[in-house]
């Protein structure tokens, strides 16, 4: 099993060296609990799986993925840079120390206030439309502005269908037809274009379509390089890299993975005569999705017509159970020992039929005060969260040198209602 799970001698799941039945006592559930040393750990066995085949390579951090500050901070440690989609992903890189050259923004439609605060902020634009290119040509002065573009290689993979962001059906990029026209528009605005872009989507354990991908996207930049004459400074080969969820699933052979793309990718370049541009990736499940679990503690047991394990948190805590059918795997945190003995269905507190973390999943014999940990919840999780049903966002803790640190303290009811003004006739 290729699964993150580690075990304490007194048979509790173990997370970064701590008990993770005693920080549920000591901080409460449901909590968020992140193993910093993971996260450093992927950092590097990611970082250095590429750089070995092609030095002139950096990482930038989707960090949609998890904005906890102190997620952010170790990847800004590690030498991390920052892939950011809003304004606010570059306000806060920016704030905790990613300087602007070192933050690409990838939006998508994005309005003209938004274009200006986040040029305003000094990062590159990676530009995602021919209307945004135009529109930002008319806010600011484009003379020699470094630009990029997003293309749609044409190539779509991903663990859902909202999660391909390739080919006919998806919203991004500009099509891999209009590209020679569009660099030439935008060397005629005054910019100048110096990165190309694309990204196929999200949970993908199949090395095939990032080959594609790669292919598709060089084949974009050779014909781009070769009928425009732009030499480019950086291309960008998105996100995406899966992580097991399932026991069943096999963690991705990286050495090999990188190695295989990397000959491609240098081949590419050979073949369109092209210099040797930085490369760029941008992982975010990858670097912190197993890095993280969801404690929670098992409030009510109902024998109905099926059995339901009730717990202290629901889909506004964790969503992609009930948005994306997604499977996390799911540990008695204080029975790490024991056989699995029943099937059952592992419920939330939201009041929705669809707010389950699992259907028919083996498990040890539950009890009512038994922990659970919902492993996996390091991507896409918190950052998903939302406060339904009038729920407080959770804490989140930082495991770190066998400590474990509040980074995140539980909302209150008055933080939930804290922008809300009544009007003066209501009062
Ligand atoms: N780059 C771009 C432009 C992206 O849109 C994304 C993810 C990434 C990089 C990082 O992808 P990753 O390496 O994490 O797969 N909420 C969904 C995932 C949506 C991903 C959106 N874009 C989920 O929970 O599975």
Redesign the pocket.
């Known amino acids: 099993m290729d699964l993150n799970i580690k075990t304490t001698e007194n048979n509790h799941l173990e997370i970064g060296g701590l008990d993770a039945v005693k920080i549920a006592e000591e901080h409460g559930t449901p909590s968020y609990v992140i193993d910093e040393n993971r996260i450093r750990d992927n950092y590097k066995r990611f970082y250095n799986a590429f750089s070995k085949y092609y030095p002139d390579f950096k990482v930038?951090y989707?960090c949609?993925?998890n904005t906890n500050i102190a997620v952010l901070k170790i990847l800004e440690e590690e030498g991390s840079c920052i892939?950011a989609?809003s304004p606010g992903e570059v306000y806060i890189s920016k704030k905790l120390g990613f300087k602007g050259d070192k933050i690409l923004f990838?939006g998508n439609n994005i309005k003209d206030s938004e274009l200006k605060e986040v040029f305003d902020a000094g990062v590159i634009l990676n530009i995602d439309s021919v209307s945004a290119l135009k529109r930002l040509a008319e806010i600011i002065d484009p003379d020699g502005v470094k630009i990029s573009f997003?293309v749609n290689p044409m190539v779509g993979a991903?663990?859902?269908d909202?999660?391909i962001?390739g080919g006919v059906m998806s919203k991004?990029g500009i099509m891999d037809s209009e590209a020679v026209e569009v660099y030439n528009l935008a060397k005629e605005l005054g910019f100048n274009p110096v990165g190309m872009?694309s990204?196929i989507?999200?949970?993908?354990l199949d090395p095939e379509p990032f080959k594609l991908a790669i292919e598709s996207t060089m084949d974009i930049a050779g014909k781009v390089h070769n009928e425009t004459g732009i030499e480019f400074e950086f291309l960008d080969f998105?996100?995406?890299?899966?992580i097991p969820y399932t026991p069943e699933e096999k963690v991705l052979d990286l050495d090999k993975f990188a190695k295989e793309n990397m000959d491609l990718f240098k081949k590419k370049l050979k073949e369109y005569d092209m210099n040797k541009p930085t490369l760029y990736l941008?992982?975010?499940?990858?670097l912190v999705?197993d890095a993280s679990v969801l404690l929670v503690e098992v409030n009510s047991i109902k024998e109905s017509y099926r059995k339901f394990i009730g717990v202290d948190a629901g889909f506004n805590t964790l969503?992609?159970p009930a948005?994306?059918d997604?499977y996390h795997h799911i540990v008695v945190a204080n029975k790490m020992n024991e056989e699995n003995a029943e099937e059952v269905d592992i419920a939330g507190n939201v009041c929705e039929s669809g707010d389950l973390f699992a259907r028919d999943r083996p498990l040890p014999k539950v009890e009512e005060g038994d922990i659970l940990a919902i492993l996996n919840a390091g991507?896409?999780?918190f950052t998903?969260a939302s406060n339904y049903n009038t729920r407080p966002l959770p804490k989140e803790i930082l495991v770190s040198g066998k400590k474990s640190i509040v980074v995140r303290e539980k909302q209150s009811y008055d933080d939930i209602f804290q922008k809300q003004t009544m009007p003066e006739h209501l009062k």
């Open positions: 930038f989707a949609k993925a892939d989609v990838t997003r991903g663990h859902h909202h999660c962001t991004f872009h990204h989507g999200s949970g993908i998105g996100g995406g890299i899966g941008e992982p975010g499940r990858y999705g969503l992609r948005m994306y997604s991507a896409y999780s998903m």
